[in-house]
Nanobody, 121 residues
Framework: QVQLVESGGGLVQPGGSLRLSCAVTGSILRFVYMAWFRQAPGKERELVASITSGSSSNYLDSVKGRFTISRDNAKNTVYLQMNSLKPEDTAVYYC???????????????WGRGTQVTVSS
């Protein structure tokens, strides 16, 4: 019943910026955390950034100081602002959320389909 829709990916030159959005719909009681992962060609999927219900955030070392994760509670949307982009940031970026439904436990984990980010000159 929960759906994640990602947007904001695209092609950007090194040093440029993009903002990814992930809108979550469904019968949601509360988010436990929201996160962005990425997977580059030939590499394992890795956690880029996460944010808890208390707005505590964590980042992959290689993106610290360049990326910022945030959320809009009213819109059930999580964002990833990406600045000073580098070619090595090129990957498919996936939204991931862990949430509690109105019907109660577990919590449940959901993934978006991914959005391509390409950093190239």
């Amino acid at each position: 019943q929960v759906q994640l829709v990602e947007s904001g990916g695209g092609l950007v030159q090194p040093g440029g910026s993009l903002r990814l959005s992930c809108a979550v719909t469904g019968s949601i009681l509360r988010f436990v955390y929201m996160a962005w992962f990425r997977q580059a060609p030939g590499k394992e999927r890795e956690l880029v950034a996460s944010i808890t219900s208390g707005s505590s955030s964590n980042y992959l070392d290689s993106v610290k100081g360049r990326f910022t994760i945030s959320r809009d509670n009213a819109k059930n949307t999580v964002y990833l602002q990406m600045n000073s982009l580098k070619p090595e940031d090129t990957a498919v970026y996936y939204c991931n959320v862990n949430l509690i439904l109105l019907t109660g436990p577990p919590p449940y984990n959901y993934w978006g389909r991914g959005t391509q980010v390409t950093v190239s000159s």
